[in-house]
């Protein structure tokens, strides 16, 4: 499959704000889940927030009231909003897609390249 494309790390210092960009390829025309992970070197991927057509967003509690999961059907694009960002959350963070080319087609599961995301203190 085709990879999801990320955008919007960056360095920024405690309290600021980064939102991040994760945009499928031409041709997909429904997002039916969205996911936000991140990792530390030397820790397990840990899931941040998600966003399904039936359940709608849930956030870790580590995230909630700071991170906000959004899409743009029309841009092909799902956004992390992050607020009141914390060196705790300096990782990479990815984006995991469960998307269709149509309704009569199969489900794809795509995976972004990762981006870095630095909270200076």
């Known amino acids: 499959q085709e990879q999801l494309v990320e955008s919007g790390g960056g360095l920024v210092q405690a309290g600021g704000s980064l939102r991040l960009s994760c945009t499928a390829p031409?041709?997909?025309?429904?997002?039916?889940?969205a996911g936000w992970y991140r990792q530390v070197p030397g820790k397990q991927r840990e899931l941040v927030a998600t966003f399904t057509s039936d359940s709608g967003t849930n956030y870790a509690d580590f995230v909630k009231g700071r991170f906000t999961i959004s899409r743009d059907r029309a841009k092909r694009t799902v956004y992390l909003q992050m607020n009141s960002l914390k060196p705790e959350d300096t990782a990479v963070y990815y984006c995991?897609?469960?998307?269709?080319?149509?309704?009569?087609?199969?489900?794809?599961?795509?995976w972004g390249q990762g981006t870095q995301v630095t909270v200076s203190s």
């Open positions: 995991n897609l469960n998307v269709q080319r149509g309704p009569f087609h199969r489900t794809l599961d795509l």
């Open positions: 031409e041709g997909i025309v429904i997002i039916n889940a």
